[in-house]
């Protein structure tokens, strides 16, 4: 259910007896840019780490141990052409503790404290701290070269969308790191907090009325409300981009992208989802079982969808001087999807797989709540359960063979050794 609670802020308040805890989640949105990710994924580190309430990391974790073992999480990510910091609480249900029936209360005042009034003053915050999380930062940055198939993925998006904001991360990029102080960083923070779109999204076995008066309490302020804009239509390329790097590495490491048709809930849909588990989704999809199993030249191969920004990607883990067969043979199974060289068994074994998952992701509250959010910035009636089956299961083979045809290579980027010619 969705209240409008200020200009700009709005909760969504899904009562729910399926889950123990209440899960919390305050989301500050705004238009994606790689510097702008980067400042608020450490202003996010920032608030997690502590407050002015709880000024180290060790008085946060006893609050939280005193909320019966409540937990903290943060997120920075990119949402097509929007930006989200989520701050999130889950907290047990005070239904199943017993004589305390203020929790939950006390769960949201927790989260109020660590949000709205951060370790920091005259308009700075504490340098100790700020020096601290900017150097872990950066160290997170400088460790994610150590994952070769995550940083073959980031080096084709770079190649992908070079030149657009969209070529950075999620959580931004460490060459913006340098130039950010307390104080600018104090700026963004106060620039996150005070005009970003704030959504604020409870789950869980609560009383609409009781969070409503929570959420009164607070001094939420108006602020102009941000379109909800979040497909990212990206220019294609009249011919493929190929690009390598050489490292010390054992595995090569050769991704492709391609410009899709399939967007979230768009015509394409759910012709994509079955596309893509009949290509490189699962087990029995083309790229598994031809390329990794049959031929045995990758020791992985798959594929998958940004339903967000019109890219899918294929990831392969292969011996380097194998590059061209490769190259060679995932091509040939997007040729025989196109063709419609798959079978009926196999489109109903993906139908299936695919149900599975969804009513598998309602299990879990953060997957759900997720999925919802997806759901809030972009569909104005969301689809039942009854209604999402009914649509993956009208899926004809015809609809899966135009998918495929509309499936165009952009890019190619190859992660090999340093020994290796191309």
């Given at each position: 259910m969705e209240y409008k609670l200020k200009q700009g802020v709005t909760a969504y308040i899904e009562p729910s007896d399926k889950y123990k805890t209440v899960l919390i989640q305050y989301k500050f949105r705004t238009s994606f840019g790689g510097k702008t990710a980067t400042e608020r994924s450490l202003v996010k580190n920032m608030l997690e780490t502590n407050s002015k309430q709880y000024p180290s990391q060790n008085e946060m974790d006893l609050k939280m141990a005193s909320l019966y073992g409540a937990t903290l999480h943060t997120q920075s990510q990119r949402f097509g052409k929007q930006h989200v910091v989520t701050l999130s609480l889950s907290v047990v249900n005070d239904k199943f503790i017993g004589g305390d029936d203020t929790l939950l209360e006390e769960a949201f005042a927790f989260l109020e404290e660590i949000i709205f009034r951060p370790n920091a003053e005259d308009g700075k915050f504490h340098e100790k701290t700020f020096l601290r999380e900017k150097e872990n930062l950066n160290n997170y940055f400088e460790s994610l070269i150590e994952d070769k198939s995550a940083y073959a993925r980031t080096r084709l998006n770079q190649v992908l969308f070079e030149g657009t904001d969209q070529a950075y991360q999620g959580i931004g990029d460490a060459g913006f790191l340098e130039d950010i102080t307390s104080s600018s960083l104090f700026e963004c923070y106060e620039e996150m907090?005070?005009?970003?779109?704030?959504?604020?999204?409870?789950?869980?076995?609560?009383?609409?009325?009781?969070?409503?008066?929570?959420?009164?309490?607070?001094?939420?302020?108006?602020?102009?409300?941000?379109?909800?804009?979040?497909?990212?239509?990206?220019?294609?390329?009249?011919?493929?981009?190929?690009?390598?790097?050489?490292?010390?590495?054992?595995?090569?490491?050769?991704?492709?992208?391609?410009?899709?048709?399939?967007?979230?809930?768009?015509?394409?849909?759910?012709?994509?989802?079955?596309?893509?588990?009949?290509?490189?989704?699962?087990?029995?999809?083309?790229?598994?079982?031809?390329?990794?199993?049959?031929?045995?030249?990758?020791?992985?191969?798959?594929?998958?969808?940004?339903?967000?920004?019109?890219?899918?990607?294929?990831?392969?883990?292969?011996?380097?001087?194998?590059?061209?067969?490769?190259?060679?043979?995932?091509?040939?199974?997007?040729?025989?999807?196109?063709?419609?060289?798959?079978?009926?068994?196999?489109?109903?074994?993906?139908?299936?797989?695919?149900?599975?998952?969804?009513?598998?992701?309602?299990?879990?509250?953060?997957?759900?709540?997720?999925?919802?959010?997806?759901?809030?910035?972009?569909?104005?009636?969301?689809?039942?359960?009854e209604q999402w089956i009914a649509g993956l299961n009208a899926v004809t083979k015809e609809q899966i063979v135009a998918v495929a045809e509309k499936m165009t290579l952009q890019a190619i980027f190859f992660l090999k050794g340093e020994a290796t010619d191309e």
């Amino acid at each position: 259910m969705e209240y409008k609670l200020k200009q700009g802020v709005t909760a969504y308040i899904e009562p729910s007896d399926k889950y123990k805890t209440v899960l919390i989640q305050y989301k500050f949105r705004t238009s994606f840019g790689g510097k702008t990710a980067t400042e608020r994924s450490l202003v996010k580190n920032m608030l997690e780490t502590n407050s002015k309430q709880y000024p180290s990391q060790n008085e946060m974790d006893l609050k939280m141990a005193s909320l019966y073992g409540a937990t903290l999480h943060t997120q920075s990510q990119r949402f097509g052409k929007q930006h989200v910091v989520t701050l999130s609480l889950s907290v047990v249900n005070d239904k199943f503790i017993g004589g305390d029936d203020t929790l939950l209360e006390e769960a949201f005042a927790f989260l109020e404290e660590i949000i709205f009034r951060p370790n920091a003053e005259d308009g700075k915050f504490h340098e100790k701290t700020f020096l601290r999380e900017k150097e872990n930062l950066n160290n997170y940055f400088e460790s994610l070269i150590e994952d070769k198939s995550a940083y073959a993925r980031t080096r084709l998006n770079q190649v992908l969308f070079e030149g657009t904001d969209q070529a950075y991360q999620g959580i931004g990029d460490a060459g913006f790191l340098e130039d950010i102080t307390s104080s600018s960083l104090f700026e963004c923070y106060e620039e996150m907090i005070g005009s970003n779109q704030l959504d604020i999204l409870v789950s869980g076995d609560v009383a609409p009325k009781r969070i409503l008066n929570i959420l009164a309490a607070q001094k939420l302020s108006d602020r102009k409300e941000t379109e909800k804009e979040v497909f990212y239509l990206r220019a294609k390329n009249t011919e493929p981009v190929t690009s390598s790097e050489a490292q010390d590495i054992n595995q090569g490491k050769l991704f492709f992208g391609f410009s899709s048709p399939v967007y979230y809930m768009n015509d394409h849909y759910f012709a994509g989802l079955v596309f893509d588990g009949l290509f490189g989704g699962f087990p029995h999809s083309k790229l598994f079982q031809n390329v990794r199993e049959k031929e045995s030249l990758a020791y992985s191969a798959s594929s998958g969808l940004d339903f967000l920004r019109g890219v899918m990607t294929v990831g392969t883990g292969i011996e380097f001087d194998k590059r061209e067969q490769v190259e060679k043979i995932v091509l040939a199974q997007l040729q025989d999807m196109q063709a419609g060289d798959f079978s009926d068994a196999l489109i109903a074994q993906t139908k299936s797989m695919l149900i599975n998952h969804y009513k598998q992701n309602d299990d879990y509250q953060g997957r759900s709540l997720a999925k919802q959010y997806q759901d809030i910035l972009i569909i104005e009636n969301p689809l039942s359960q009854e209604q999402w089956i009914a649509g993956l299961n009208a899926v004809t083979k015809e609809q899966i063979v135009a998918v495929a045809e509309k499936m165009t290579l952009q890019a190619i980027f190859f992660l090999k050794g340093e020994a290796t010619d191309e």
